[in-house]
T-cell receptor, first 112, second 113 residues
Framework: KAGVTQTPRYLIKTRGQQVTLSCSPISGHRSVSWYQQTPGQGLQFLFEYFSETQRNKGNFPGRFSGRQFSNSRSEMNVSTLELGDSALYLC???????????FGPGTRLLVL | GENVEQHPSTLSVQEGDSAVIKCTYSDSASNYFPWYKQELGKRPQLIIDIRSNVGEKKDQRIAVTLNKTAKHFSLHITETQPEDSAVYFCAALDTSGYSTLTFGKGTMLLVSP
């Protein structure tokens, strides 16, 4: 099976812009979770989607949002970008969120 | 919610030595504990996991132990090799509901030849 894929892999934006990141899960996986990874902060949970429904949300401002499509692909959107949003954004897929999660390669976002 | 503490934050060993990374968790309902390895510039990859119905699990040079009473679990790597150098993350999850995987902050392991 093909692994989890994420696009784009790298992105440079300026403050105030918005960005959309995409994640394609492993075929058959219905759960997609998103994480923000920054040096020193580890992996911080953003949100989890299962069958097009957001089931859990981490402690991030409303500028961070996401959605999941009927084919389980997921997108996350960050509006009004801030310098502090610069990070590696990882998605992970699993059969359901209670099973092993497999990570994508991540999208590295740099906000200038 | 769950809180996972991981120690040490950095660990330097000589090739051939053993390495041990320890994690503690706060939610006694957590029953699934995976470990991920993340090499520089790569994605986190699952290397071993353990469920609360067992106390120890081994896979070649890697082993994980779990003490449910004390709420801690550890990763043991024997005969370390330079290619073991990476950041290792522990995590905990309560699989009975819709809770989410909670990660420790990671341990950077450096294995010197």
């Amino acid at each position: 099976k093909a692994g989890v894929t994420q696009t784009p892999r790298y992105l440079i934006k300026t403050r105030g812009q918005q960005v959309t990141l995409s994640c394609s899960p492993i075929s058959g996986h219905r759960s997609v979770s998103w994480y923000q990874q920054t040096p020193g902060q580890g992996l911080q949970f953003l949100f989890e989607y299962f069958s097009e429904t957001q089931r859990n949300k981490g402690n991030f401002p409303g500028r961070f949002s996401g959605r999941q499509f009927s084919n389980s692909r997921s997108e996350m959107n960050v509006s009004t970008l801030e310098l502090g949003d610069s990070a590696l954004y990882l998605c992970a897929s699993s059969l359901n969120s209670q099973e092993t999660q497999y990570f994508g390669p991540g999208t590295r976002l740099l906000v200038l | 919610g769950e809180n996972v503490e991981q120690h040490p934050s950095t660990l330097s060993v000589q090739e051939g030595d053993s390495a041990v990374i320890k994690c503690t968790y706060s939610d006694s309902a957590s029953n699934y504990f995976p470990w991920y390895k993340q090499e520089l510039g790569k994605r986190p990859q699952l290397i071993i996991d353990i469920r609360s119905n067992v106390g120890e699990k081994k896979d070649q040079r890697i082993a994980v132990t779990l003490n449910k009473t004390a709420k801690h679990f550890s990763l043991h790597i024997t005969e370390t090799q330079p290619e073991d150098s990476a950041v290792y993350f522990c995590a905990a999850l309560d699989t009975s509901g819709y809770s989410t995987l909670t990660f420790g902050k990671g341990t950077m392991l450096l294995v010197s030849p």
